[in-house]
């Protein structure tokens, strides 16, 4: 059974669906009301209930704030949201404070249970996957060699003090000539987005960690394990090799797991291969040439293994260059020149190869070049929430995608499908921009046209046409409607000998004074002066 609470001003509301609703029924138990905001998150705190029906209006504190108070506090309890229609803006704020749901006053019993039941079996599967995901722990703490794992990561964090005697006993052939640390990362699965969520890679981090134990498990020569940083990292020990053919040997055994993990797992695989040394004890220096290598691979790419003592040292000297180049970013993006933004875009990855910066500084200055770029496109009057029907998560996503390449093509993309929108965009309107002047070149003579009309006849609303005006046309409906109207009259002053009210009135202006001046202020003279020198 789920608990349910139920905040509203209204008492009839509260007991009228605490008595018509079966609760059971659904799965819930009734856990009390509250007739405030106050009231409402005290109660929630105690009664800590899986579900919360709020109220937008209420005193003191309202539905909204309601909200936020809980999600501040840090309750996660799924929320539905009883509103009217004339509060429907409070909805859509609701919304971006992502509660579960809405229902629109007066309220229906059948409504509210289809609501009810649709909540519930969200909970449900959240639950189930909660329970998997414990599952699966578990099996992560049964599967994994624990005291070998800690011993590792004592060696390469430097947090143990180390013996002979500690060595024999985790089985480590003190006698081997070389040791080396590899870390392994999964970059993707194939065929699927650079972007991967949290939860996903989890998943594949620990079936990719048991592939490489399954395989490696009858070598005695390495041992898996898992870093305290959640890093697949595997030990290599050789007796008689050298150095070099340490690094050999240890790539060709990581290239089978490449393979292994194309063919059972469908992903690729990077590696970062640490540098050899001649005591366990002094494993910790080749982790950290390894982490190094590992991090490499988002500069070169992905399905690589990078030889630690092969990188380079990462700069931090800007000298300028990368705000020099994203201001031609911007300009194109500003000018919508297509090709030049691909352009400009590959210099802006091309010098951060160049000056081999910090990964996390890369990072950083595209999430800052995305965000100016929205910028530029909310200048040109683009949502671009209403574009993508939701906040773009720029830096969340940039910080999970694993490689500069792909960075650079998820702004590349985002870029087209914001430029292809105001084409798109720019389009409908000169549609709706042509069909407007026709019903204004059918209608100027009526002189009750009005914009109301206007909107009936196009299907848009009043505020939309006025945008249109003012973005497409460049003037207001008022300035335009006048202004053909003044043309119109001019071509009869010009073309008939109709007498100056005759005129006005097929223009749509019933007061002939009127109509002279407003003529007199478009051309700067009289009716009767413009018809004098014009035929």
Known sequence: MYKIVIVDD????????????????????????????????????????????????????????????????????????????????????????????????????????????????????????????????????????????????????????????????????????????????????????????????????????????????????????????????????YLDESKQAAVLKTKASIAELKKAGGQYLKITISAGVGSFVKSLRELSKSYVIAKKAIEYKFFIGNDVIVDGDRVEQSSTDFTGGLATIRSSVLQAVGAREDKRVARELESFYDYMILQKFDKQVCVDEWIKLVAMMLQKFIDMNVSVEAMFG?????????????????????????????????????????????????YVAQNYADPELAMQDLSRHVHLSLSYISALFKNEIGRTYIEYVTEYRMQKAAELLRNTTLKTYE??????????????????????ESPSSYRSWSQ
């Open 503 to 524: 005129i006005a009135q097929q223009v749509g202006f019933s007061e002939p004074g009127y109509f002279s001046s407003v003529f007199k202020k478009i051309f700067n």
């Open 10 to 237: 209204e008492n009839i509301v509260r007991e009228g669906m605490r008595k018509q609703i079966d609760w059971p029924s659904l799965g819930l138990e009734y856990a009390g009301g509250a007739q405030d905001g106050i009231e409402g998150f005290e109660l929630i705190q105690r009664v800590r209930p899986d579900i919360a029906i709020v109220d937008i209006n209420m005193p003191q504190v309202n539905g909204l704030e309601l909200v936020r108070m809980l999600k501040d506090a840090g309750n996660d309890c799924e929320i539905i949201v009883v509103t009217g229609y004339d509060d429907f803006a409070y909805v859509r704020e609701s919304l971006r404070l992502h509660v579960s749901d809405y229902i629109l006053k007066p309220l229906t019993k059948d409504e509210s249970i289809e609501i009810l039941t649709t909540v519930v079996a969200g909970l449900d599967k959240k639950r189930e996957k909660q329970l998997e995901y414990e599952a699966l722990n578990e099996k992560v703490n049964e599967s994994l060699p624990y005291m070998r794992s800690r011993y590792l990561n004592g060696l390469i964090y430097e947090s143990l003090y180390i013996d002979s005697e500690a060595i024999a006993k985790m089985s480590f052939n003190e006698a081997c000539q070389w040791h080396g640390i590899c870390l392994l990362d999964y970059d993707r699965v194939l065929g699927g987005s650079a972007s991967i969520h949290p939860d996903e890679r989890k998943l594949t981090n620990f079936a990719l960690y048991n592939l490489v134990s399954e395989l490696l498990q009858n070598r005695e020569d390495c041992s898996v394990f898992r870093t305290d940083e959640n890093e697949i990292a595997i030990v290599f020990s």
């Open 390 to 438: 939701r906040e773009v998560p720029v830096s969340e996503t940039l910080r999970q995608i694993k490689s500069l390449l792909n960075i650079k093509q998820w702004v590349h993309e985002l870029y087209l499908k914001c430029s292809a929108h105001i084409e798109a965009h720019a389009k409908s309107n000169s549609v709706y921009v042509a069909r407007i002047k026709e």
